[in-house]
């Protein structure tokens, strides 16, 4: 299997069983090996006390964006560490977007970055992703890529 079919056959086994992101609303706009785009509409259900998005669901939807880039290429991955730093507030009615890019993969660890903008392209929020990878495969008898 090509590895950016490979990438999307991935992504749709993930998505059947991810009751976390479809309860969140996200989407995944774009994956190919290595690399996820996921996206939020942040509605009045998103905001905190100061009327702007509670940084749990921006690191959630980081954190999905790294899980999908994390295991496109057939190994399952998961979290190891994930480190975020908030740079500007994100208010309700835009769409946040979240790129997650693959810097590095060794053996059974990876890094990625994820980068969330705001509906003007100002940076929201950056995550470094440390991932660990897990037994077996997402799409059993595929080729498993690097």
């Given amino acids: 299997m090509e590895p950016q079919a490979l990438a999307e056959a991935c992504a749709a086994t993930m998505w059947a069983g ?48 790294f899980a999908y880039a994390a295991n496109s290429h057939n190994v399952p991955m998961v979290a190891q560490v994930n480190q975020i730093t908030f740079v500007s507030p994100a208010r309700g009615g835009e769409t946040l977007t979240a790129t997650a890019t693959e810097l590095s993969r060794s053996g059974r660890s990876a890094i990625y970055d994820i980068m969330v903008t705001g509906g003007d392209g100002r940076l929201v929020a950056t995550l470094r992703a440390n991932g660990r990878s897990l037994p077996g495969q997402h799409i059993p008898d595929a080729q498993t890529q690097g």
Avoid: K, W, Y
């Avoid at 479809?22 to 690399?35: D, I």
């Fill in 18 to 65: 991810d009751e976390a992101n479809r309860t969140l609303a996200t989407r995944l706009a774009e994956v190919a090996p290595g690399r996820a785009v996921m996206c939020l509409d942040l509605g009045p259900q998103h905001l905190n006390s100061h009327g702007i998005c509670h940084g749990g669901f921006i690191f959630a939807l980081a954190d999905s964006a």
